[in-house]
Structure formats: structure tokens, C-alpha cells
T-cell receptor, first 114, second 115 residues
Framework: AQKITQTQPGMFVQEKEAVTLDCTYD???????LFWYKQPSSGEMIFLIY??????QNATEGRYSLNFQKARKSANLVISASQLGDSAMYFC???????????FGTGTSLTVIP | GEEVAQTPKHLVRGEGQKAKLYCAPI?????VFWYQQVLKNEFKFLIS????????ETGMPKERFSAKCLPNSPCSLEIQATKLEDSAVYFC?????????????FGPGTRLLVL
């Protein structure tokens, strides 16, 4: 069975600082995709970054990067130079090789302090 | 279109009434997914479609929920005889294919409130 764990219900970070949001996953599939989404208070789900299980390099997208440690089954999101607009819920998700549904963690609420 | 569209944005129903939600996937995307988000942090998978065919319906409470994706029409999710616990945000998502690397793009959601 697939399982995603986000152990930080809430995080605070000072503006312009970097923050790491944790995500661990459990799967027996060798091939899978890992995704992070941002959900601001307005409610929409915004895709941020993707990491494939066979990717050798950590994914990066602008200020977002993924610290992927396959042996530890972790895929932590790093946000550099935090901005006030980064305040939101962040969800980690996994898509198995069958390619069907996403499995979501329970999210981390990030608050950026001016 | 370039975005997943969902209507309506908000829906209020009395307990026992019917609710119908609509979703237009991104043009060219073959897969459509419905998720229910409760309590702002739990996502529950309901059903997925490959074009107009049901791909996976393992998450659907079949006694009251039904869904369709017909050619040239928005996909729909219908709840017969709504219950208080159906109050949630219902997201539709679409993806081009079903490989593990393919992103699911989400619509803005429909917020259903059952009174």
C-alpha cells in the first residue's frame, strides 16, 4: 500500500529565509512519481515540482527544490528566500506506476513572518 | 482549454437533496480524476476516467455517488440524497496520460455545503 507522511502540521519561517518541508513515503514499487502542490487560502491546488524515482538529480524549479533521498524514502521540499506569498498549505503526493490516483499527505501549513 | 474548469464554485444543498458538479479537463488530457478534500487537509480519491471509460472507481461510495465523462460534454459527479458528511471541496484533476511521471492538474474545486 502507498502511504505519504507529512509530520509537520505547521511551520513558521522568517521572510527571505529558507525552509524545508518534510515528506516521507512508503511504497514497494520501484517506479513512482513524487509531486508537491501548494494550496493557498483561496483553495486552488498549484503544482510546484516533480521528482521521478529514477531521476539521478534533485529537481529544481525556481525557488523550489526537492531534496530526494531514495534510500530513506524522503522527498523534502526546500523553499529558498521565502516570500509572504508562500504562506499556504503544502501537500506532498505520490503517483504509482499504475499511474492512477495520487496519494496525498495531510499537508503542512507554512506561515511566512515579515 | 488550458486549465481545468469546474462549476459551480459553491453549492449549498439541504440534506437529502441532489448535487451535481461539473468538470472540463484540459484539452488533450485523457485522464480525469475526482477527489474529495475534507477538513482542509485530507484528500480522498473517488473515481478516475480514461476518456469516457471508468478507469478506477474504488473510492466511490456507490450507493449515492455516480460520475460520467461523455464525449463532447463536461464530466460530472452527482450525489443523490446528500448527507451532512458530504460537505467538502470536490476537486477535479486531469492528466495527459497515466504514467507515474505525469502531473495531475487541478481545477479550482467546488465547495459543497450540505445543511
Amino acid at each position: 500500500a502507498q502511504k505519504i507522511t507529512q509530520t509537520q502540521p505547521g511551520m513558521f519561517v522568517q521572510e527571505k529565509e529558507a525552509v524545508t518541508l518534510d515528506c516521507t513515503y512508503d511504497t514497494s514499487d520501484p517506479s513512482y512519481g513524487l509531486f508537491w502542490y501548494k494550496q493557498p487560502s483561496s483553495g486552488e491546488m498549484i503544482f510546484l515540482i516533480y521528482q521521478g524515482s529514477y531521476d539521478q538529480q534533485n529537481a529544481t524549479e525556481g525557488r523550489y527544490s526537492l531534496n530526494f533521498q531514495k534510500a530513506r524514502k524522503s522527498a523534502n521540499l526546500v523553499i529558498s528566500a521565502s516570500q509572504l506569498g508562500d504562506s499556504a498549505m503544502y501537500f506532498c503526493a505520490m503517483r504509482p506506476p499504475s499511474g492512477n490516483q495520487f496519494y496525498f499527505g495531510t499537508g503542512t501549513s507554512l506561515t511566512v513572518i515579515p | 482549454g488550458e486549465e481545468v474548469a469546474q462549476t459551480p464554485k459553491h453549492l449549498v444543498r439541504g440534506e437529502g437533496q441532489k448535487a451535481k458538479l461539473y468538470c472540463a479537463p484540459i484539452k488533450g488530457h485523457s485522464y480525469v480524476f475526482w477527489y474529495q478534500q475534507v477538513l482542509k487537509n485530507e484528500f480522498k480519491f473517488l473515481i478516475s476516467f480514461q476518456n469516457e471509460n471508468v478507469f478506477d472507481e474504488t473510492g466511490m461510495p456507490k450507493e449515492r455517488f455516480s460520475a460520467k465523462c461523455l464525449p463532447n460534454s463536461p464530466c460530472s459527479l452527482e450525489i443523490q440524497a446528500t448527507k451532512l458528511e458530504d460537505s467538502a471541496v470536490y476537486f477535479c484533476a486531469s492528466s495527459q496520460g497515466r504514467l507515474a511521471r505525469e502531473t495531475q492538474y487541478f481545477g479550482p474545486g467546488t465547495r459543497l455545503l450540505v445543511l
